[in-house]
Each structure stands twice: as C-alpha cells, then as structure tokens.
C-alpha cells in the first residue's frame, strides 16, 4: 500500500525566509504527487501536481517542488516566505493504475514569523 | 464558476442520533469523493462515485456509514447511530472526466469548505 510520510507537523520560518516542506512517498511505482494547502476554516486547494512530465513542478503563489526518485521526495519550496502563506500543507499521492482515492500525509502546519 | 459545496458547515448532534451530509459537486464533474478529516487521523478517504460505475466504498470506517449519488450529482453520507469518534470535518470532493471517459488519476480533486461534524 502507498503511503506518504510529513517530516515536521509544524514548522515555523520568518517572513522572507525560505520554506521546505518535506515529504517521502513509499510506493514500488512513481505515483502521481500532490500537494494542497488548507487556509484555517476552508477546504483544501492544489498547490501543485507531479504527473512524470517535469520533475521540476511549479504551482500557485511562488511554491515549486521537484520529484526525485532516487530519494522517494517530493519536497515544497518557496524561496521568499509570505505572511499569507501561513497554513497547513498536505503531501498526498494518488496510484497511476487502480485506486482513484488520495492517501494524505499528516500535514504540516507552516507559520511565518514577521 | 460556483465550487463545491457542502452543508451544512456546522452540524452538532448527540450520540446516538443520525446525521446526513450534503455534497454538491461541481457540475459536469462525474466523480465524487468523500474524505474525513480528524485530530487523530488526518485526511482519510471513505468513498468514491464514477459515474454509474459501483462506488469504492473501500475508506467506510463501519457499516453505520453509508453514503449515495443521486443522479450523478448530489451526494449524501449518512452516519447512523452517531459516535464521539464520528467527530471530525467531512470533506467532499469533485473531479473531471477525462478524454477517455474515464477520471486521469491527475486530474485535480476540487475540495469543498467540508461539514463539521461534533457528536456530544
């Protein structure tokens, strides 16, 4: 079965700062990658998707993350953190055969320091 | 163009009682998903519609869970005989077809605000 493990349920950076949000997959084949954001009260957004074209993804307000195999990764960054993009943020893969649903990982909550 | 949307936003009931939650996909979307979401358990699938495909009921946590795809569209889970354990957010999500008819395992899943559910 495929899972998806979130390195750090809480991470904090200062505004302008940097942001890595780390997440490994286990599954035998690549699957397809997702990450989506939760603003406080609302539903979940894709941020940005690996579907095997690029390993290098870029998604919506700045974030990007690359896909590497050898590691089982698809890390979140951001080079220049925003107050607004406080958050949580899940990691979740989806099989590219077989089951349609989502295996999320734990989430991370992001907090920006001013 | 209108999301998906879910009611009610807020539902608190006492143990024991029953509860239905509505979903409204975004329309033309054949697939239909419900997710829970909880403290202890993150985001974890219940249920998927395709289409007039039988839906994957693969995520129902027990038989007091159920949940049906009228026409295609709407959706309803029903949790009977509710539990303190029920409590959580429900998410509902929608997807596209695809050029084959079918729902591309990328296709985004377009998440609604969720119901927030609280059994007493």
């Known amino acids: 079965a495929q899972s998806v493990t979130q390195l750090g349920s809480h991470v904090s950076v200062s505004e302008g700062a940097l942001v890595l949000l780390r997440c490994n997959y286990s599954?035998?084949?690549?699957?397809?990658l997702f990450w989506y954001v939760q603003y406080p009260n609302q539903g979940l957004q894709l941020l940005l998707k690996y579907t095997s074209a690029a390993t290098l993804v870029k998604g919506i307000n700045g974030f990007e993350a690359e896909f590497k195999k050898s590691e089982t990764s698809f890390h979140l960054t951001k080079p220049s953190a925003h107050m607004s993009d406080a958050a949580e943020y899940f990691c979740?893969?989806?099989?590219?055969?077989?089951?349609?649903?989502?295996?999320f990982g734990q989430g991370t909550r992001l907090t920006i320091n001013p | 163009g209108a999301g998906v949307s879910q009611s009610p936003s807020n539902k608190v009931t006492e143990k024991g009682k029953d509860v239905e939650l509505r979903c409204d996909p975004i329309s033309g979307h054949t697939a239909l998903y419900w997710y829970r979401q909880s403290l202890g358990q993150g985001l974890e699938f219940l249920i998927y519609f395709q289409g007039n495909s039988a839906p994957d009921k693969s995520g129902l946590p027990s038989d007091r869970f159920s949940a049906e795809r009228t026409g295609g569209s709407v959706s309803t889970l029903t949790i009977q005989r509710t539990q303190q354990e029920d409590s959580a957010v429900y998410l509902c999500?929608?997807?596209?077809?695809?050029?084959?008819?079918?729902?591309?395992?990328?296709?985004?899943?377009?998440f609604g605000p969720g119901t927030r559910l609280t059994v007493l």
């Open positions: 599954s035998s084949v690549p699957p397809y």
């Open positions: 999500a929608s997807s596209p077809q695809g050029l084959a008819g079918g729902v591309l395992p990328y296709n985004e899943q377009f």
């Open positions: 979740a893969v989806r099989p590219i055969q077989g089951a349609q649903k989502l295996v």
